[in-house]
């Protein structure tokens, strides 16, 4: 899918631009009571999925202006969603430290994993080929595990590794696309990079001077990029673990990130 629309997550709404337009946002997508958390794309390009703290995940189509159905998480407030390479199911992490699997073709919770109870999931991320699970938290750990599939769909998960990344909160874990490091963001202002094969510490990115909200893998893995409270964006080199540009301009905090490198 050629790469057309940029959405964005708001409270309590979803606005969809056209990346390729100097004007205004195209589309606002109503329907969630607080703020959105998550949001990302079907890779058809035709469905979007979003998440928030009013407890809900929602599949939307973009080709009427109106969701699909809602996925209801009690009333727990919902940090993070991502979509598993199947196409088929969505994982959900929530501010009690529960993860879940929806199956959107059922509408319906198959899987419940609770890693550390009371302990809010920060972020997720899935493998590329959808073989593996990482969910970080707000006490600084990671967990990762093995996803054992039957028909393409998740039947359940084996545990890998526990790793205590950080003293402080993850509020990002992301997978390269090799397949071969983990990288986690942190409120104590570093990202760290750990291989993914035996979960040790391969660098420590260090230079931002505030929390690190985000990060994101070019399409390589030969380069990170990173946002932070400091006001700044942050591209680093995946060999060196070095700094390589700095991006200045907002005069906020920067909290999500991406890179179009396709």
Request: hydrophobic share 40%.
């Amino acid at each position: 899918m050629k790469a057309r629309h940029l959405a964005a997550a708001c409270n309590p709404y979803i606005r969809l631009f056209d990346i390729n337009s100097h004007h205004g946002h195209v589309r606002t997508f109503v329907g969630h009571t607080s703020n959105v958390m998550a949001v990302g794309f079907h890779a058809d390009g035709n469905s979007m999925y979003s998440g928030s703290e009013d407890g809900t995940v929602r599949i939307w189509d973009l080709r009427y202006n109106q969701f699909f159905f809602q996925l209801k998480s009690i009333v727990t407030p919902i940090n993070t969603v991502v979509l598993h390479p199947n196409q088929i199911e969505l994982i959900s992490g929530d501010q009690d430290g529960i993860i879940r699997v929806w199956d959107t073709r059922m509408n319906s919770c198959t899987i419940e994993l609770v890693p550390e109870p009371d302990t809010a999931i920060r972020s997720l991320s899935v493998m590329r080929d959808g073989s593996m699970l990482a969910a970080a938290n707000d006490g600084g750990t990671c967990y990762i595990w093995n996803i054992v599939r039957e028909s393409q769909v998740i039947t359940k998960f084996e545990p890998i590794h526990k790793l205590q990344a950080h003293n402080r909160h993850i509020l990002k874990c992301v997978l390269s696309p090799d397949n071969k490091y983990l990288a986690t963001a942190s409120s104590d202002k570093t990202v760290k990079i750990w291989n993914v094969d035996s979960f040790t510490l391969d660098k420590v990115l260090t230079g931002h001077q505030r929390w690190v909200w985000d990060c994101a893998f070019s399409v390589d893995a030969k380069f990170i990029l990173t946002a932070s409270s400091d006001m700044t964006a942050r591209l680093w080199s995946m060999e060196e673990g070095n700094e390589l540009r700095v991006y200045r301009g907002h005069n906020k905090a920067i909290v999500c990130c991406a890179l179009n490198d396709v």
